[in-house]
């Protein structure tokens, strides 16, 4: 399933089934949680993980790449699934508990649609790894499927909230040389952006290249 609103819903993969020799051991779990009443800065959860992988990621040397090997956040551009060439997003990867966290740096942007992705078997294989190189014990490794989850916040309102109430000198001629004039606007409007949003036209309509002196 996926987010259609500002709460995302969690999308996970048919679990593979436990062996009799394993027979409580849950699926993992991937979620988009949020952290307050800060929708934008919601976080990616995994849970269900074997606590002594979560050990092994505690220790030293689990950079930010290692984590993005079984773990990744991607923009879904197009409706289609990220590319293996797309950037991750950045962010901070930690173990807190029992649960698996990563938090992006920036808030997140409403209107596009991120997709997170936890692979437990590159997750056991890492775990395998390092505990060769005397990290500690790995958990048993088994295939199992990829798990995905998408979130996605209602794009902003473009409706514009200002319109041009006037405009002075208000005659049909104006000199060539005019110095200066006077826009009103509905509504308060930033400084400091006035000469990307205004062009002159000439009398074919195209637009005037560099007809203003720009102050600061």
Request: hydrophobic share 45%; net charge positive.
């Amino acid at each position: 399933m996926l987010a259609t609103g500002a709460l995302a819903v969690m999308a996970i993969c048919a679990p593979d089934s436990h062996s009799a020799d394993d027979p409580v051991r849950p699926a993992p779990a991937l979620a988009w949680k949020a952290r307050g009443a800060d929708v934008a800065r919601t976080v990616v959860e995994v849970t269900g993980v074997d606590a002594s992988a979560l050990r092994l990621l505690t220790g030293p040397g689990a950079t930010p790449d290692l984590w993005r090997r079984f773990l990744s956040v991607r923009v879904v551009q197009g409706g289609a699934a990220p590319a293996d060439g797309t950037p991750p997003l950045l962010g901070t990867y930690r173990v807190d508990g029992a649960v698996i966290r990563f938090e992006p740096r920036f808030p997140l942007e409403p209107g596009v649609r991120y997709r997170a992705e936890f692979d437990p078997d590159q997750l056991d294989a890492l775990a395998l790894q390092r505990s060769s190189s005397g990290s500690g014990a790995a958990p048993q490794a088994r295939s199992r499927a990829k798990v995905r989850a998408e979130f996605f916040l209602p794009a902003r309102p473009t409706t514009p909230t200002a319109t041009v109430t006037a405009v002075y000198p208000s005659r049909a001629t104006l000199p060539e040389n005019l110095l200066r004039f006077y826009i009103h606007f509905s509504a308060p409007m930033s400084r400091g952006e006035a000469y990307r949003h205004i062009r002159l036209l000439d009398a074919s309509g195209k637009p005037v290249v560099d007809p203003f002196l720009e102050l600061d």
